[in-house]
């Protein structure tokens, strides 16, 4: 049982490269989500995804898009990568909107340079 | 926006000790998010309460809506146990499940 799966796992890019992280779950889950983890503060939400085909901004959505194509993937894009991108990105999805357990990948760890 | 604070950021206990880690939130919610991230960096969902209390296993999760304070309470604890404990509320009372993050509580369980 797979859960949600995120790829990659780590990435070193460029300033000004582009890359999509990739996230996967197998749980028929409707709302995805995306965060950023930064040291010595919280898990802030990037984007979030209510259903298929919908995508909305979350805390910190500047510098990332996103899209919700299938169920059950859901894609953070940086068109062009920053320094102050480097962080740790989960993914995480739920089945219900206000009281479904969050399930998360096991992160994706990037570094600008 | 809701503000989540949590204590101690830093806990050292021995093998054994009962160990209680709070969080206080600002805005008024009706549910409240404990997880843990463990060494390897993986998060796990702990529980998810919007009144009295849940246990599971040695763990135990209280909340009080009108204080709007929760804790977290490990009986017995191990060395199994060291890992990072973040709490969450939603972001605003009308939020449509955003998330305001505590940031963490380090716990380190001694032999």
């Known amino acids: 049982n797979a859960g949600v799966t995120q790829t990659p796992k780590f990435r070193v890019l460029k300033t000004g490269q582009s890359m999509t992280l990739l996230c996967a779950q197998d749980?028929?889950?409707?709302?995805m989500y995306w965060y950023r983890q930064d040291p010595g503060m919280g898990l802030r939400l990037i984007h979030y995804?209510?259903?298929?085909?919908?995508?909305a901004k979350g805390e910190v959505p500047d510098g990332y898009n996103v899209s919700r194509l299938k169920k059950q993937n859901f894609l953070l894009g940086l068109e062009s990568a920053a320094p102050s991108q480097t962080s740790v990105y989960f993914c995480?999805?739920?089945?219900?909107?206000?009281?479904?357990?969050?399930?998360f990948g096991e992160g994706s760890r990037l570094t600008v340079l | 926006k809701n503000e989540v604070e949590q204590s101690p950021q830093n806990l050292t206990a021995q093998e054994g000790e009962f160990i209680t880690i709070n969080c206080s939130y600002s805005?008024?919610?009706?549910?409240l998010h404990w997880l843990q991230q463990h060494p390897g960096g993986g998060i796990v969902s702990l529980f998810m309460?919007?009144?009295g209390k849940k246990k599971h296993g040695r763990l135990i999760a209280t909340i009080n809506i009108q204080e709007k304070h929760s804790s977290l309470h490990i009986t017995a604890s191990h060395p199994r146990d060291s890992a990072v404990y973040i709490c969450?509320?939603?972001?605003?009372?009308?939020?449509?499940?955003?998330?305001?993050f505590g940031s963490g509580t380090q716990l380190t369980v001694l032999p």
């Open positions: 309460l919007s009144s």
């Open positions: 969450a509320s939603p972001f605003s009372s009308g939020s449509a499940r955003q998330l305001t």
């Open positions: 995804s209510v259903g298929e085909g919908t995508t």
């Open positions: 749980m028929n889950h409707e709302y």
């Open positions: 995480a999805s739920s089945e219900d909107r206000y009281t479904g357990e969050l399930f």
């Open positions: 805005v008024g919610i009706s549910a």
